[in-house]
Each structure stands twice: as structure tokens, then as C-alpha cells.
């Protein structure tokens, strides 16, 4: 089964930091696109840090730049996300993404490539 799954949200004070992991099944994700996205409470999802596959570009939104970095372990095929100097506006349900997966569609009869996203896990940060 081709899904990903986020951990490490919780609640965190103001300034604290959190890692958030993504943990890949049903493909490796040396071969695809991974993205963080976030989605706060009444707003749409917006980009938080995007990884290509190799050779890696690594690209961050301007607003989280010195304050989260997104990391591999292909070894282990995860994605983290780790959150540093935390503030009451991160709070949001954080969501990994990961970009042209590969699967086999029966009606053409070829692969294809899809999106796959998590479910999300909540950050909070409040004091």
C-alpha cells in the first residue's frame, strides 16, 4: 500500500522546537519529490519546505528560513521536518507530500504518476 504517515505534532510553548517525521510505504522516496505543507485553521495549505529527489534542491518558504529544515534517511525512506524557534503562528495540522509516485493504471495499461499525501498531524504552539 502506497501512503505516508506524519508524526511528532503535539503541543510545544512558544520558542520551543518539534520534529516532525514522515515515514514512506509502498515506494522509496529517493525517487520522488517530497514536500511539507501546512494548513492553520480557516486557511488553505500553504508550502512549507519541498526536497527533490537526487541531486537534491532543497527549497523553503521565505517566512520558515533559519527556522526549519527538511532532512532525508533513505534508509529508513523518511522525510523529517525539524522546527526550531517555534511561534503561536506555526500552529496549524502539518502535512508531507510526496511528488510523481509511480503507479500502474489498469485503464491505459501503463504507469503513471500520482501525488500522495499523509493525513497530517497537529502543531500547536501556545503558551
Known amino acids: 500500500q502506497v501512503q505516508l504517515v506524519e508524526s511528532g505534532g503535539g503541543l510545544v510553548q512558544p520558542g520551543e522546537s518539534l520534529r516532525l517525521s514522515c515515514l514512506a510505504s509502498?515506494?522509496?522516496?529517493?525517487?520522488?519529490?517530497m514536500r511539507w505543507y501546512r494548513q492553520a485553521l480557516g486557511k488553505g495549505r500553504e508550502l512549507v519546505a519541498a526536497?527533490?529527489?537526487?541531486?537534491?534542491?532543497?527549497n523553503y518558504t521565505d517566512s520558515m528560513k533559519g527556522r526549519f529544515t527538511i532532512s532525508r534517511d533513505n534508509g529508513k525512506n523518511t522525510v523529517f521536518l525539524q522546527m526550531n524557534s517555534l511561534k503561536p503562528e506555526d500552529t496549524a495540522v502539518y502535512y508531507c507530500n510526496a511528488a510523481g509516485v509511480p503507479y500502474w493504471d489498469s485503464g491505459s495499461g501503463r504507469t503513471k504518476l500520482r501525488d500522495v499525501w499523509g493525513q497530517g498531524t497537529l502543531v500547536t504552539v501556545s503558551s
Open positions: 509502498g515506494f522509496t522516496i529517493s525517487g520522488a519529490a
Open positions: 526536497s527533490t529527489a537526487a541531486p537534491d534542491n532543497i
